[in-house]
């Protein structure tokens, strides 16, 4: 089991930043590839970034390309994703989420393939 506890949401202007946390316990983290996933009202859940256990591959949704940087401390247990540049549109429940298996681009990119979720933390960026 992984047990995965997110921080950092909150209101900001659009233009600012924020840096969510995720800090993962139960499982060897640096086994575990992990994403943020991000979810508005009335939309679906979607992958926003990812990265690889040992950090050197990353995934970025084109939406957050050049704005969002996912990152990860496996000495703290520890996912970020720095969000630069926000927003109305950014405004979600973002999740963390880790995946289990092995795979050959270093991450998952099917919201499926992930075994493990946090609760969500929420963020909204005021016009």
């Known amino acids: 089991q992984v047990q995965l506890v997110e921080s950092g949401g909150g209101l900001v202007q659009a233009g600012g930043s924020l840096r969510l946390s995720c800090a993962a316990s139960?499982?060897?983290?640096?086994?575990?590839?992990m994403a943020w996933f991000r979810q508005a009202p009335g939309k679906e859940r979607d992958l926003a970034a990812a990265?690889?256990?040992?950090?050197?591959?990353?995934y970025y949704a084109d939406s957050v390309k050049g704005r969002f940087t996912i990152s990860r401390d496996n000495a703290k247990n520890t996912v970020y994703l720095q969000m630069n540049s926000l927003t109305p549109e950014d405004t979600a429940v973002y999740y963390c989420?880790?995946?289990?298996?092995?795979?050959?681009?270093?991450?998952?990119?099917?919201?499926?393939?992930?075994?493990?979720w946090g609760q969500g933390t929420q963020v909204t960026v005021s016009s």
């Open positions: 989420a880790a995946d289990l298996t092995s795979r050959a681009t270093g991450w998952a990119p099917r919201r499926y393939e992930y075994e493990f």
């Open positions: 139960g499982r060897t983290f640096s086994s575990l590839s």
């Open positions: 990265i690889s256990w040992s950090g050197g591959s990353t």
